[in-house]
């Protein structure tokens, strides 16, 4: 069945929903829709541990009868199903307290244009295939050295999906994507010392992702180089975060500043609209409608529509992020990002990674980070890590068994550079990220 086809029958379905809400007594409406294929391998030791097939979907409706609302979600598509969703959800509605907040997105927010973000570039589920290539990443990844002993696998992944969004203002539109990603995981021994480390790749277009010896080989290096760690003594030193990492630093922005965590009065960044947070010289984009983007929609999970925008501007928080009900409980309007952020773009001093080790001079190059010791609501931030210890710009040798600690808004304000070679595997497109001190404790 063509996609075209496939995605017009998906709409036809949430616009019989709802019809068939209104129908029943509801004011609004929406519902959203989903269908995935997919295939997962993996393998352990280079013998197939593992193969899945994805062939599944489901439809989630929400129902405001006046100020109150109801839910009901359904796996099965049947008509007789779907009726008793939308019928459990005005129910339910009729029952819940009244929220002055709830309802749909404001009717002038919703998207009406839906561009092309080429974001589907579907590639035959080929089970042999992808059994050679996880098989083939392991191989690659336990030649690379003696000292790589053991495996925790590698895995391979497709899906080829779609999803469609509809409501009572009038949208119902949808888009087909494609995800695919390539992932290794090796152990190296080395006299006493055992080590792991990882690598994978990930893209919309699957001959766009890295070989399957790189990947492999990636992994089986990151692991080698972490074998002789030791631990260091308990110091305050300049931290270069990895840019394989650096994105959850932002991450813990996102948290912060976005509506749900102002309205509750649990974020560390209340009150700090166009107040510097960052070095004058930082800038964060918004680029919703990158092409082939792994964060890339024209409309968020509520039908606002997405487009460009200043996170961060000359180091000043530039806007919060809100959904509709965390904008109305905080007198403002959505600006698109129900369901998250859109491929935020962080700027950068133009520095290489060795740029970045010899503007560090002695300090940590920090390479992994363990455990979830960030406090949003009072910045504080203390987290394992592992890395390497660096003297004069030049990697000495690995460290391990470390906490590192600081505070969330010093540690933005004390950012000294971020690296032009970014990491765009993800939803933040970010380089290593280079801050003035922190406190290391070790021995």
């Not at 919703?110 to 092309?116: K, V």
């Not at 006493?192 to 919309?204: G, I, K, L, S």
């Not at 308990?234 to 270069?240: G, M």
């Not at 990491?423 to 070790?442: E, F, Y």
């Amino acid at each position: 069945m063509q996609i075209e086809q496939q995605l017009s029958e998906i709409q036809n379905v949430v616009d019989d929903v709802l019809k068939m809400a209104l129908s029943k007594g509801a004011t609004q409406a929406e519902a959203s829709m989903s269908k995935v294929q997919g295939i997962a391998v993996s393998s352990r030791m280079q013998e197939v541990e593992n193969v899945e097939f994805t062939n599944d979907g489901g439809l989630g409706i929400s129902v405001y009868v006046g100020k109150r609302k109801g839910s009901a979600s359904t796996a099965d598509l049947s008509k007789a199903a779907l009726t008793l969703a939308v019928e459990k959800a005005v129910d339910i509605a009729r029952y819940t307290s009244e929220d002055p907040c709830t309802g749909l997105a404001d009717a002038e927010l919703i998207a009406t244009e839906f561009p092309d973000l080429d974001l589907y570039h579907p590639q035959e589920l080929d089970t042999e295939k992808a059994i050679k290539t996880t098989i083939e990443t392991e191989a690659a990844a336990m030649n690379y050295d003696p000292r790589i002993t053991n495996s925790d696998g590698a895995s391979y992944n497709a899906n080829l999906g779609m999803r469609v969004y509809g409501n009572t203002h009038g949208i119902n539109a949808g888009y087909p994507s494609s995800r695919y990603s390539l992932s290794c995981m090796v152990i190296g021994s080395q006299d006493n010392d055992m080590q792991r480390d990882y690598a994978y790749t990930v893209d919309r277009q699957a001959p766009l992702l890295k070989s399957a010896a790189f990947v492999g080989q990636e992994a089986a290096k990151a692991t080698v180089d972490r074998l002789g760690a030791r631990k260091i003594n308990t110091a305050n030193v300049p931290v270069l975060f990895h840019k394989d990492l650096a994105s959850s630093l932002f991450g813990h922005y996102v948290g912060a500043i976005s509506g749900g965590s102002l309205y509750r009065r649990s974020s560390f960044l209340l009150d700090s609209l166009d107040k510097q947070v960052f070095p004058e010289w930082m800038n964060i984009e918004e680029k919703p409608l990158i092409k082939s983007g792994l964060a890339s929609s024209s409309f968020d999970n509520e039908g606002v529509s997405c487009s460009d925008m200043t996170i961060v501007d000359g180091g000043r928080l530039a806007t919060y992020l809100y959904t509709t009900y965390s904008a109305r409980k905080l007198n403002t309007v959505s600006n698109g990002h129900a369901g998250g952020i859109h491929n935020w773009i962080v700027g950068d001093t133009g520095h290489s990674d060795a740029d970045l080790l010899k503007e560090m001079g002695t300090g940590l190059f920090v390479t992994e980070l363990m455990g979830q010791g960030v406090n949003i609501v009072t910045g504080d931030y203390s987290r394992g890590a592992a890395g390497f210890w660096v003297e004069n710009g030049i990697i000495q040798y690995p460290v391990h068994e470390i906490t590192i600690a600081g505070d969330l808004r010093d540690m933005f304000k004390n950012i000294v550079a971020i690296g032009k070679d970014k990491d765009v595997r993800g939803s933040v497109q970010t380089g290593s990220v280079l801050v003035n001190q922190m406190k290391i404790a070790g021995n």
